[in-house]
T-cell receptor, first 113, second 113 residues
Framework: KQEVTQIPAALSVPEGENLVLNCSFT??????LQWFRQDPGKGLTSLLL?????REQTSGRLNASLDKSSGRSTLYIAASQPGDSATYLC????????????FGKGTMLLVSP | EADIYQTPRYLVIGTGKKITLECSQT?????MYWYQQDPGMELHLIHY???????EKGDLSSESTVSRIRTEHFPLTLESARPSHTSQYLC????????????FGQGTRLTVV
């Protein structure tokens, strides 16, 4: 059974810092990995999608990497801003059965001015 | 921005009532999903559908039921609400191909009193 772990559970940084969020998964048989952002009481906003054949994806100040063989992904946020404060979730889509998404518990990020 | 909508956003209802949470998407996606999320916890898949007249139970046992009569519509029904059903319910959709992004609605926060 696929398990997804995110470290740290919470992170507090001053504005302007670069930071890394970690995601690990137990079964490397995946189609892709997706990073989401969730604001309090809201739904999920897709940030980046990395296919299993890719090593990284970039969108603006965000860069996500994937090492499928070791079951790890990182989300790098450059020059953090208070507006980045949210919970960040990673999810993997398994490549067997009905290929649904399995989520981690998320990292709660607070960026202070 | 994803074109997937959930109504209502918030619902407070008494024990024993029947409720239906609505989810609609205008992207023509074949796959649709319902996730349940308790505060500080990961999302758990409770139902999914691969197309019209297709419904499957997810990883987390749920007393709810779903239907998929039209591609764009995937409602979730609780026949008799209980306080243990209090949670946030998130609907998502994606294209049929497994290597595509999943998009989420804004969620319905349900409180059963």
């Amino acid at each position: 059974k696929q398990e997804v772990t995110q470290i740290p559970a919470a992170l507090s940084v001053p504005e302007g810092e670069n930071l890394v969020l970690n995601c690990s998964f137990t079964d490397s048989a995946i189609y892709n990995l997706q990073w989401f952002r969730q604001d309090p009481g809201k739904g999920l906003t897709s940030l980046l999608l990395i296919q299993s054949s890719q090593r990284e994806q970039t969108s603006g100040r965000l860069n996500a990497s994937l090492d499928k063989s070791s079951g790890r992904s990182t989300l790098y946020i450059a020059a953090s801003q208070p507006g980045d404060s949210a919970t960040y979730l990673c999810a993997v889509r398994r490549n067997s059965g009905y290929s649904t998404l399995t989520f981690g518990k998320g990292t709660m990020l607070l960026v202070s001015p | 921005e994803a074109d997937i909508y959930q109504t209502p956003r918030y619902l407070v209802i008494g024990t024993g009532k029947k409720i239906t949470l609505e989810c609609s998407q205008t992207m023509g996606h074949d796959k649709m999903y319902w996730y349940q999320q308790d505060p500080g916890m990961e999302l758990h898949l409770i139902h999914y559908s691969y197309g019209v007249n297709s419904t499957e139970k997810g990883d987390l046992s749920s007393e709810s039921t779903v239907s998929r009569i039209r591609t764009e519509h995937f409602p979730l029904t609780l026949e008799s609400a209980r306080p243990s059903h209090t949670s946030q319910y998130l609907c998502a959709s994606s294209e049929y191909r497994a290597n595509t992004e999943a998009f989420f609605g804004q969620g319905t926060r349900l409180t059963v009193v």
